[in-house]
C-alpha cells in the first residue's frame, strides 16, 4: 500500500496564500487521482478537491473557490494552493490515493497529514 506524505503546511496570516503538497516517496502518482481532505479542529473530515488521471479537478464534498489543486510535469506531486486564507481554513490537511485515476472511487494511501494555523 502507497503510503502518502503531505508537506507545506504552518502559520499564515489572513489574507495569504499557502501551497501544500502531497508525494509518495519512491512511487510516481501518474494516472492516480489524488485527493485533499481538511479537517478543522472538532468539526469532522471535509473533502476539497480531487484531480483525476487526466490531469482534470473535480470537488469533493463543495465547491471551494479559493483552492486550486495541481500536479507537476513529473507528475510525482499534487499541489494544494490555498488562496486569500481565512482563519476557518485552519486544521490538518490530507491526501489519499485513488489508484485507478477516478476521483469517485475508493481512496487509500492516507497520509499523516499537515497542519495549518491561521493567525494575524
Known amino acids: 500500500q502507497v503510503q502518502l506524505v503531505e508537506s507545506g503546511g504552518g502559520v499564515v496570516q489572513p489574507g495569504g496564500s499557502l501551497t501544500l503538497s502531497c508525494t509518495a516517496p519512491?512511487?510516481?502518482?501518474?494516472?492516480?487521482?489524488i485527493g485533499w481532505w481538511h479537517q478543522a479542529p472538532g468539526e469532522r473530515q471535509e473533502g476539497i478537491l480531487c484531480?483525476?488521471?487526466?490531469?482534470?479537478?473535480f470537488a469533493i464534498d463543495s465547491k471551494k473557490d479559493r483552492f486550486t489543486i495541481s500536479r507537476n510535469s513529473a507528475k510525482d506531486t499534487v499541489f494544494l494552493q490555498i488562496d486569500n486564507i481565512e482563519p476557518e481554513d485552519a486544521g490538518i490537511y490530507t491526501c489519499?490515493?485513488?489508484?485507478?485515476?477516478?476521483?469517485?472511487?475508493?481512496?487509500?494511501?492516507w497520509g499523516q497529514g499537515t497542519q495549518v494555523s491561521v493567525s494575524s
Open positions: 489519499a490515493l485513488e489508484p485507478n485515476g477516478d476521483c469517485d472511487g475508493d481512496f487509500g494511501g
Open positions: 519512491g512511487f510516481a502518482l501518474g494516472h492516480n487521482a
Open positions: 484531480i483525476d488521471g487526466d490531469g482534470d479537478a
